[in-house]
């Protein structure tokens, strides 16, 4: 194998398997590590920079971090990294003097953005410091688009969400909101530099089965029907009710509907159980107040007397799948009626796009979705640009916020350089934490607790009330304990070959056996090789060049490495040094030599 | 202080034929010089006991004092230890042995205390073929004092500060092979491919076993010009590659290359060794000191299983102890009453 190129900051950027799957590629362990030290307001500032809603994302974000988290490899599960970031949120000081400022004078460019949601918002962020005019429309009363108006209140308090949005409106945004866009055109002719929309996937799939059309009123689609409830234009629902769906709109309708008066709420999913799009967590949280989920029925008719809606009858079927894995799902001959007052079907969403005029040259590609850049978000129309669900379809809010950088990068790129393929390269520090013999700069014990479970509020008060919070977060003890669990991933194992007298100290110190010296070989022979085979093959392989005295390499698998440091802290001679590897997204307007305060705060 | 060992180890470690893991071979942290050869030659214990499926309880760990004395710390905290007085660990592993030949029998000693304050208990643990391995941790100096010379120091090699050696060096595995030992191996702590087989094999022999094992110390004796640093020793190194092949296990070849020879253990395990040359009989004690002395006056050092005598008696045979080990004998056994001391006085009258 080849000596790893370590000057690639991807390499390491990969060790760090939360920031490296986090769209916005926040720097996960570095707030962690702020969190338990206390300082709650530069965890904050360290997540704004990067995801510009903390403590929305707190609470209601889809965490791929989670999954890929290191500690859930070592041991059951991962660091509740999510609700870390919400401690920053919740304990910090005042920030408003951290953020930054529209320039006085503006640099002349005016910029619209369709559609007030994440993605759009986090266009302004980056946009309205460098002094474009930015003109904010939507067609809802307040900014925030879908996280206002599909994630209940329980999950998201509204002062959390009018905080972090009013931080941007904040900076001199012209709010043009309850208008709606029906011409793509007619924004154009005002003569705008450039267009983002972001405008999400706002329209609810349909379910059409017999009795539809005949039960109207008591049929709601999902997502229109949480927009109500947030607006509060709808506040009860009858007593019995079904949710037809398994996402996590499904989720968030059941929860709602037993808070609006339904005793009797059952979600009914197609599939199995396992293969339900919703996050564990959210099904979990809807389980514990009472909604059976019941999987694998198909829908086959709502069934009604003179137009009143009585129930609904299913088919229930088997779930088999062929040699090519694909999914068939086979009726068992069986059907089930289900007595129900209402229905809400939360199946899925689509992006429509009927105000935007189809000769503005915009090309419409498969699925009637605009033709966007995957890596400029530009689309066929130079000065139009797309982002969030708008762009590739229904994601969620961090990859809305990750489109966002990237298009306000694009955008800023068009309107001073005419052109968008050369993006700035990340920001990227790698500095030693070693302080003294046996003493870093970060905490290199590895805690073995168990992940701290969050406490939620009584489900009778819970229920009572849309708008009481479920979740009530850490506190800040709590906080540090399950902050301590971190395994510091971004603390790099860094190795100095010259420096190696193969001395095996760090074979026989490292408890999970990650490191070799042997003879090199081709990559699928190395990890077949290694003391502990490297099988994880996601996990690469870190391979130095021969060594002075044997010519053998080291091969280290990233895989369970647990950045202890004890591998730096058993070398006599420093071949191994751990390195912290800061590593950030270049924003908008921000040339990568420049560096931001908290990149050289080590 | 983060000097923690994690307890966290590798999701798919291995499991032993007793079920444990690694991990339950191990011992505290080491408090050795960062890179000591030391801790190596411990890794290499834990693992031939985890290979061997060894129970913990089953083995007696023994030392003197000296920076590898402190070693028994750092491997096998479920095994029973004694820590004993400076070059006298022979003696307290004789007792131990005579009263309990159950047990297996791990010494652990230094150049210091086994060719220095020792070298007099050495001599007769050797002579009597006490049934043990012997490891001694050779870095031909006294690191816990701050580097002195010691008798293992090989002629010119200077110390730290540049002050050569004036003295012979004392071989320990062809004085032990001269004055009687069963089983003599060499290695070097920076081959575990070598050493964990050897270690292995030196458990499996019925009766004294010695490794002298080049071990070199980091701190005070690791320098360009040393014979003991880890350069040199890989540059010197004539090492003849050692399988150890457990009872009842197929025999596959790892190395491919050389003169190989196999000896059948007491125990039906195979040792397979890759000789440097087809006319060195390594069960022919005159053989084994040639080819030791050959290499070293070649400026070689010649690691690997260097002479066995396989079927020899061990002390318990000689002495014709019991059978059993004492702790497992009655009270009216250990203590048949007076009747018998009268027999006994009487024979002697």
């Known amino acids: 194998m080849k000596a790893t190129n370590t000057n690639n900051p991807e390499y390491f950027h990969k060790v760090v398997d939360c920031q490296y799957a986090c769209p916005a590629h926040t720097p996960v362990p570095e707030y962690i590590r702020l969190i338990a030290a206390g300082r709650y307001t530069d965890a904050y500032m360290v997540n704004w920079e990067s995801n510009v809603f903390p403590g929305i994302l707190g609470r209601t974000c889809d965490r791929p971090c989670e999954p890929v988290c290191r500690r859930g490899r070592v041991e059951e599960e991962a660091v509740a990294i999510c609700r870390l970031k919400r401690v920053a949120a919740d304990n910090k000081d005042e920030v408003s003097h951290l953020l930054p400022k529209a320039p006085l004078e503006g640099n002349g460019k005016r910029v619209a953005l369709i559609g007030a949601g994440p993605a759009s918002l986090t266009v302004a962020r980056d946009l309205a410091p460098l002094g474009y005019q930015l003109d904010l429309y939507d067609d809802q009363p307040l900014g925030g688009g879908f996280m206002r108006s599909q994630i209940p209140v329980f999950r998201l308090p509204p002062e959390v969400l009018d905080e972090e949005v009013n931080f941007i409106l904040d900076m001199g945004i012209k709010q043009h909101f309850q208008t709606y866009v029906s011409s793509l055109k007619s924004i154009l002719q005002q003569g705008y530099d450039a267009v983002f929309v972001g405008t999400g996937a706002p329209r609810g799939s349909d379910l059409d089965i017999p009795g539809r059309e005949a039960c109207e009123k008591s049929i709601h689609v999902g997502i229109d029907w949480l927009a109500s409830v947030a607006f509060e234009h709808t506040a009860k629902i009858g007593k019995r009710v079904l949710v037809l769906g398994g996402g996590n709109t499904a989720m968030d309708c059941c929860r709602t509907a037993r808070r609006l008066g339904g005793d009797d709420v059952k979600v009914v999913v197609r599939s199995e159980f396992a293969r339900m799009k919703a996050s564990p967590w959210e099904i979990e949280d809807a389980v514990a107040e009472d909604i059976p989920i019941i999987n694998n029925h198909v829908p086959k008719e709502f069934v009604h007397e003179d137009g009143v809606l009585k129930g609904m009858r299913f088919t229930v079927v088997n779930v088999v799948y062929d040699a090519d894995g694909k999914r068939e799902l086979v009726p068992t001959g069986e059907e089930v009626f289900f007595e129900a007052d209402e229905v809400i079907i939360a199946i899925g969403q689509d992006n429509a796009f009927p105000w935007i005029e189809r000769d503005l040259g915009i090309e419409f590609g498969k699925w009637d979705m605009p033709v966007v850049d995957k890596t400029t978000f530009q689309s066929s129309l130079k000065k139009v640009f797309f982002g969030g669900d708008a762009a590739f379809g229904p994601e969620n809010i961090i990859t809305a916020v990750a489109h966002g950088h990237q298009a306000a990068i694009s955008i800023d790129l068009f309107l001073k350089e005419g052109r968008v393929d050369q993006r700035p390269a990340p920001g990227v520090t790698l500095v030693s934490q070693k302080m003294g013999v046996h003493e870093w700069s970060y905490d290199s014990e590895v805690s073995t607790d168990d992940r701290y479970p969050v406490p939620h509020v009584s489900k009778e008060k819970a229920l009572k009330d849309r708008k009481v919070e479920v979740e009530l977060g850490f506190d800040p003890s709590v906080a540090y304990q399950e902050a301590e669990r971190c395994l510091n991933c971004d603390v790099q194992t860094v190795f100095t070959t010259s420096k190696c007298i193969e001395c095996d100290g760090c074979v026989d110190i490292c408890p999970t056996d990650c490191i070799n010296f042997i003879d090199n070989n081709d990559e699928p022979a190395l990890r077949e090789s290694l003391r502990r085979p490297a099988r994880n093959q996601d996990q690469d392989l870190y391979v130095s060049t021969a060594l002075p005295q044997t010519q053998r390499v080291m091969v280290k698998d990233e895989n369970v490495c647990l950045h202890c440091g004890l591998c730096a802290e058993r070398c006599p001679t420093g071949a191994w040094d751990m390195q912290r590897f800061f590593y950030s997204v270049t924003k908008a307007g921000s040339p990568c030599k420049q560096s931001s305060p908290l990149m050289t705060s080590s | ?349």
Do not use: W
């Not at chain 2, 009263?99 to 205390?113: E, K, P, Q, T, V």
């Open chain 2, 1 to 349: 202080m983060t000097y923690v060992k994690p307890s966290f180890r590798h999701p798919e470690a291995p499991i032993n034929d007793l079920g444990r893991t690694r991990q339950d071979y191990e011992g505290g942290l080491s408090t050795l010089c960062a890179g000591c050869g030391h801790d190596s030659i411990s890794a290499a214990i834990i693992d031939a006991c985890f290979e061997l499926n060894i129970e913990p309880h089953k083995v007696a760990k023994l030392s003197g004092i000296g920076c590898s004395s402190k070693t028994p710390a750092y491997f096998l905290s479920g095994s029973h230890s004694f820590n004993s007085v400076h070059g006298r660990m022979p003696s307290v592993a004789t007792g131990a042995n005579l009263a309990n030949r159950d047990l297996i029998y791990i010494g652990i000693s230094g150049d210091g205390d086994t060719a220095s304050i020792g070298l007099g208990q050495f001599a007769h643990v050797v002579r009597r073929n006490l049934n043990m391995t012997y490891i001694v941790e050779n870095n031909g100096c006294y690191g816990l004092t701050k580097g002195q010379d010691s008798a293992t120091m090989d002629t010119g090699s200077p110390n730290k500060k540049g002050d050569i050696n004036m003295y012979s060096p004392i071989d320990l595995a062809r004085l032990a092979i001269e004055i009687g030992a069963t089983f003599v191996g060499r290695s070097f702590s920076g081959d575990k491919q070598q050493l964990i087989p050897l270690i292995k094999a030196a458990i499996s022999h019925r009766g004294f076993a010695l490794l002298d094992v080049v071990s070199p110390c980091v701190t005070f004796n690791n320098h360009s010009e040393s014979t003991k640093s880890y350069e040199y020793v890989r540059g010197a190194n004539s090492g003849m590659p050692v399988d150890f092949v457990p009872m009842r296990q197929e025999i596959t070849a790892t190395y491919d290359s050389g003169a190989t020879c196999e000896v059948c253990m007491h125990d039906g395990s195979v040792v397979r060794l890759y000789k440097q040359d087809n006319d060195y009989d390594i069960e022919d004690r005159q053989s084994a000191l040639e080819a030791t002395s050959h290499y070293a006056r070649e400026g070689k050092i010649l690691t690997g299983l260097l002479y066995i005598q396989r079927d020899s008696e061990e002390l318990h045979d000689v002495l014709g102890t019991a059978r059993r080990p004492l702790n497992s004998m009655t009270e009216q056994q250990l203590c048949p009453g007076s009747r018998f001391l009268d027999s006994i006085n009487a024979g002697l009258r």
